[in-house]
Every structure is written in C-alpha cells, then in structure tokens.
C-alpha cells in the first residue's frame, strides 16, 4: 500500500514481556517519528530518524524503550519488560523531506499495545 | 517549542459551516501553523498548513491573524464524518536544526457532529 504501515495493529503482553512493534514508512521518506499515545490523549513524541539516524530521542520514558531503524526504512520500538503503565497507542510517522515545516507529516493507524 | 490553546470540545450541526480557533501567542517567524485531525481508532491526519497568507485545500480552508497570533480552521459544510479531535501544531521550518522537526499535539478539541 502507499501508506504508513505498522504491525501488529494488536498487542496483548504480559507484565514483564519484552515486545517489538514494526513500522513501515512510505517509501522515499527521509523523516520516522514514534509516538506514544494514551487513552484521551493527544500524542506525545517518543523518537526521531532521519534515515538511519536517529536523532532525537528525548521523548522515550525509560531505558526500557529502544528503537532502530538500521537501514533508513522499516523501523522497529521495542519495549523490554513491559509495565501496566506502557498500555498505550503507539503511532508511526513519516516525512519527505528535511526542512520539514512546510510538509506534511502521514501517521499509520497505530499499534494497540495493552500489558496485563 | 511554541505552545497552542485550543477549545476543549465544540459541537456543530450537519451541514454547517465550521469555525475551529487556536491561539498561539508566542508563534516564531519561522513556525508553520499546522491542522491534523485524528478519526476515532485512527492515526492523526493531515489537515491544512500554513505561515501567513489563508490557505484553502480540498478538505478545509485556514484562516491567518494578521499578527499570526491566532488562526482557524474552517470546514465549509461539516458531515458526520468530519467528527474527530482537530489540533493545531505548531512546527519550524527544521532547516536550521534538527530535532525540531517533530509535530507536538497538544490535547485538541474534539469536535461533535450533530445529524
């Protein structure tokens, strides 16, 4: 498809469970954010890319969290040791180009990840 | 990054036209406003940008103050599937730096639709 595509759109874990959650941007993009979202919640950042690099992740709110994009396309967030607290939305994004105020950012549909 | 203020919540009939404000007082010369609106069990969509002038696309129009200090997106006939939460963004340039490239959502307003 053309769009963002994250997998798997269900997660259930058990407390404890290191989990992975894949991103799939549109083709060509240079930019890959994360973002983490609670329930009646607007988004909150987690993690930037730029290609492979990754360049800002200030938003991540433990060691727990890591992620990768190693070869400037398919990125993947993992979560080690899964808490109740990390039930959460977890959304993808994707831009163009660098300079990236003036273009549009495309949001896959995001991964449900609740921990029991 | 620059903040913006948004109503918690408005209602509108079908139909109708829409008038969603934000506030951004401390808006940059090189910050873009940004529209998205996120659909219930969606990711965010992209709505409408711009920097000064007002801006019109196929899904809504944007309106600019003058001092850049407020904006609002209009819907010109609002359906039942424009019900969602509509946040306007603030978001630089980037061409300086990297880092600020990423879109900061604040709590939006969620936008009921009246059949």
């Known amino acids: 498809g053309a769009g963002v595509s994250q997998s798997p759109r269900y997660k259930v874990a058990k407390r404890g469970q290191d989990v992975a959650l894949r991103c799939d941007p549109i083709?060509?993009?240079?930019?890959l954010f994360w973002y983490q979202q609670a329930l009646g919640q607007g988004p909150e950042f987690l993690t930037y890319?730029?290609?492979?690099?990754?360049?800002?992740k200030s938003g991540l709110p433990s060691d727990r969290f890591f992620a990768e994009r190693p070869e400037g396309s398919v990125s993947t967030l993992k979560i080690q040791r899964t808490q109740q607290e990390d039930s959460a939305v977890y959304l993808c994004?994707?831009?163009?180009?660098?300079?990236?105020?003036?273009?549009?950012?495309?949001f896959g549909q995001g991964t449900r990840l609740t921990v029991v | 990054d620059a903040k913006t203020t948004q109503p918690n919540s408005m209602e509108s009939n079908e139909e109708e036209p829409v008038h969603l404000p934000c506030n951004h007082s401390?808006?940059?010369?090189?910050?873009?406003i940004h529209w998205y609106r996120q659909l219930p069990s969606q990711g965010p969509e992209y709505v409408i940008h711009?920097?000064?002038s007002n801006v019109n696309n196929r899904m809504a129009s944007l309106a600019i103050a003058e001092d850049r200090k407020s904006s609002t997106l209009i819907l010109h006939r609002a359906t039942l599937r424009d019900a969602a939460v509509y946040y306007c963004?603030?978001?630089?340039?980037?061409?300086?730096?990297?880092?600020?490239?990423?879109?900061?959502f604040g709590t939006g307003t969620r936008l009921t639709i009246i059949p």
């Open positions: 994004a994707s831009s163009l180009v660098l300079g990236a105020g003036n273009t549009e950012a495309f």
């Open positions: 083709s060509g993009h240079v930019s």
């Open positions: 890319f730029q290609n492979e690099a990754q360049l800002d």
């Open positions: 401390t808006i940059s010369g090189t910050d873009y």
């Open positions: 711009g920097l000064t």
């Open positions: 963004i603030l978001r630089d340039k980037g061409l300086r730096d990297f880092g600020n490239e990423k879109l900061t």
